[in-house]
């Protein structure tokens, strides 16, 4: 039972470089959502997708980008990283618009 | 614009006393409610929930209860534990939202031996 794996658990990134946090799920969802969580704060959406070759913006997205190619994979690229893009990464599904969120261990990046 | 707000950052609690974690939230097309617990370097994990169409659900020893004219919902935990002590996030959705939460900014519980 992995339910949803991220990966990596940790990241440095300098200024400017690029990377990308993977995202899988084994139960067949075929909703998916990226947030991010910062100190203190909330977990804010940045991108989500309702099935495979669907995405959408959520409420912070600039900065990164998504695609989903397939059912179980939902990778969020950073082209250009920048020290606000410093925070806790957690990737989600759920069956459907009505089900609860199934939450990864989450990816903690740094950009300096 | 918050429109989830748990105004409350942490709450401390003697084990075996109710633990009370309050939420309000402004988004009047908000119809389903959530809450979440998370503890240190893990993902948050579903807790309980509630429809609008009600004003309380109890699971085991969690209850939500929601008050909509007031726009505020609070989860009783009775008795406390010391397993509990953990992070707890408020979470709405509702309407053509697709499933995505709004989330608060989470309470900090502890729970005393």
């Known amino acids: 039972n992995a339910g949803v794996t991220q990966t990596p658990k940790f990241r440095i990134l300098k200024i400017g470089q690029s990377m990308t946090l993977q995202c899988t799920q084994d139960m067949n969802h075929n909703y998916m959502y990226w947030y991010r969580q910062d100190p203190g704060m909330g977990l804010k959406l940045i991108y989500y997708?309702?099935?495979?070759?669907?995405?959408d913006k959520g409420e912070v997205p600039n900065g990164y980008n998504v695609s989903r190619s397939t059912t179980e994979d939902f990778p969020l690229r950073l082209e250009l990283a920048a020290p606000s893009q410093t925070s806790v990464y957690f990737c989600?599904?759920?069956?459907?618009?009505?089900?609860?969120?199934?939450f990864g261990e989450g990816s903690r990046l740094t950009v300096l | 614009d918050q429109q989830v707000k748990q105004n409350s950052p942490s709450l401390s609690v003697q084990e075996g006393r109710i633990s009370i974690l309050n939420c309000d939230y402004t988004?009047?097309?908000?119809?389903?409610f959530l809450w979440y617990k998370k503890y240190p370097a893990e993902g948050p994990t579903f807790l309980i929930s509630?429809?609008?169409?009600?004003d309380k659900n109890e699971d085991g020893r969690f209850t939500v209860f929601l008050n909509k004219s007031a726009k505020h919902l609070s989860l009783h935990i009775v008795p406390s534990q010391p397993g509990d002590s953990a992070v707890y996030f408020c979470a709405a959705k509702g309407g053509t939202s697709y499933g995505k939460l709004t989330f608060g900014q989470g309470t900090i519980l502890t729970v005393h031996p």
């Open positions: 997708s309702v099935g495979a070759g669907i995405t």
């Open positions: 988004n009047s097309m908000f119809d389903y």
């Open positions: 989600a599904s759920s069956w459907g618009p009505t089900g609860e969120l199934f």
């Open positions: 509630i429809s609008s169409i009600k």
